[in-house]
């Protein structure tokens, strides 16, 4: 089972703008994390935020994390075509930092 | 992408016949993990390893097996090729206490 569901499944915006994306889990966790996926390739991690933080930035990258409500959300500010990509949140839990779960993803196109 | 190959790249093989997948890593790191991509599943853990010769089930581990000989090869066999295994495998390797973790670049593979 999986467990972090990211949402929407898919989102489609204009250059230039902002692009958000949510992730809910079930579980405790130690670290959230996020990755990208361009087409055909492997996955590259983005950016981890501890249980105990609660927003961290990288870059055009801003990521929360509410573990009340047991959701982050990433987003992406000042899109560009290159931000194209499946995004991904994973999560630890119970069996440790060393063994991920990782949710379906959202499929970010940014049109010119 | 911390010195990750995958061999072969893309394979077609036809049902029942064994399949063996290989991981390679420069780096030394003591955890990698083999995963799975279907539409619609995201990324799911088929075995993982934490050392040499010790591996464990993942979520999906139901036809394929795992081997760790060195510390820089992980070895994923299907024993009998079903076309429910058609899909993209891709390794990872694992930084040991935060465990973000490093893929590479996926084989795909079509079982007729």
């Known amino acids: 089972s999986q467990q972090g569901e990211e949402d929407p499944q898919a989102l489609s915006i204009q250059e230039g703008e902002n692009a958000t994306m949510n992730c809910s889990y079930k579980?405790?966790?130690?670290?959230l994390q996020w990755y990208r996926q361009n087409s055909g390739r492997g996955l590259v991690h983005l950016i981890l935020i501890r249980s105990n933080e609660r927003e961290k930035h990288s870059g055009r990258l801003r990521v929360t994390l509410d573990t009340s409500k047991k959701s982050s959300s990433l987003l992406i500010t000042a899109s560009r075509a290159a931000d194209t990509a499946s995004y991904f949140c994973?999560?630890?839990?119970?069996?440790?930092?060393?063994?991920?779960?990782f949710g379906q993803g959202t499929r970010l196109t940014i049109n010119p | 992408d911390a010195g990750i190959t995958q061999s072969p790249r893309h394979k077609v093989t036809e049902t029942g016949t064994p399949v063996t997948l290989r991981c390679h890593q420069t780096?030394?790191?003591?955890?990698m993990y083999w995963y799975r991509q279907d539409p619609g599943h995201g990324l799911r853990l088929i075995h993982y390893?934490?050392?040499?010769?010790?591996?464990d089930k993942g979520e999906v581990s139901d036809g394929y097996s795992v081997s760790r000989s060195k510390t820089e090869d992980f070895l994923l066999t299907l024993e009998s090729a079903t076309s429910s295994q058609t899909s993209v495998y891709f390794c990872a390797i694992s930084v040991e206490g935060v465990g973000t973790q490093y893929f590479g670049p996926g084989t795909r593979l079509l079982v007729l």
């Open positions: 390893s934490y050392g040499v010769k010790d591996t």
């Open positions: 780096e030394n790191h003591r955890y």
């Open positions: 994973a999560t630890d839990g119970a069996e440790g930092a060393q063994k991920l779960v």
């Open positions: 579980t405790s966790i130690n670290n």
